[in-house]
């Protein structure tokens, strides 16, 4: 959609409120999802046209999350209003005009905290499965090898999942954590913590989390391998 002056209006998605920002950042038009949103929680009323975002949200705290200088969006932010979240992104569409879109993600957020629960229970039941095969390893010496391969495998599981519980974005998992972490679990199963082992990761890299379990097992392997034969030479 092209604006009188040839600026193009970004595509607003499904469910998003628009709000049509003119110099000096005063509300110049407000779409019937937008208004109803504002109206609803920040309790303003039917006012809108000629005040300002920040005059409506001065009270209620706000998270900044960046940039995205590909959309032209000058900043995102996540507005918390009565236990509810709101997404707000500002996208500048000239010098004098910019519109701000407003979602209601808070079934969102209820989502992800449910699944950040999920994910810190699957934890704590894979580290409890680590600890019982630890029992069962001291009861049984003759398999110590392969207890200690399986509790590395079970731990290297678990922190994948120890990541997403914590993390604030639960689709991607940073590579270097996993390299680290996985990497310090196995240095002390092996004894081995006399041995620096130097690895170089001068970028983030994020792996997607429906691959990170199956990543988890093959650095686990490639990194107990490397050991092995360090230790063994």
């Known amino acids: 959609v092209k ?5 193009r209006f970004p595509q607003v998605a499904f469910g998003e409120g628009a ?10 038009f ?17 006012q809108l046209v000629g005040q300002t975002l920040d005059d409506l949200f001065a ?7 960046g940039k995205d200088q590909g959309l032209s969006i000058d900043a995102i932010e996540e507005i918390s209003l009565r236990q509810r979240t709101i997404g707000a992104r500002h996208v ?11 979602k209601d993600n808070s079934e969102i957020k209820v989502k992800e905290t449910l699944l950040k629960e999920i994910h810190h229970r699957v934890k704590n039941n894979l580290q409890t499965i680590a600890s019982l095969l630890r029992m069962q ?29 914590r993390s604030h974005d639960i689709e991607n998992i940073d590579f270097g954590f ?6 310090k679990g196995l240095v002390s199963s092996f004894g081995a913590e006399k041995i620096t082992v130097n690895y170089d ?6 792996v997607v989390s429906e691959d990170a379990t199956n990543l988890a097992l093959v650095l686990n392997e490639i990194l107990s391998n490397t050991l092995e034969h360090t230790i063994d030479k």
């Open 201 to 206: 990761c001068p970028h983030k890299v994020f």
């Open 59 to 65: 009270s209620f705290p706000r998270k900044y999350k």
């Open 92 to 102: 500048r569409l000239s010098g004098e005009m910019s519109v701000v879109l407003l």
């Open 30 to 46: 407000a779409n019937p999802l937008a208004f109803n949103l504002i109206a609803e929680l920040a309790e303003h009323g039917s």
């Open 19 to 28: 709000v049509i920002i003119k110099a000096p950042d005063t509300i110049f």
């Open 3 to 7: 604006i009188k002056d040839g600026t």
């Open 178 to 183: 996993l390299v680290q972490k996985i990497l």
């Open 137 to 165: 390893k001291r009861r049984n010496p003759e398999l110590t090898d392969a207890f200690d391969e399986a509790i590395n495998r079970t731990n290297s599981i678990a922190l994948v999942h120890e990541y997403l519980s």
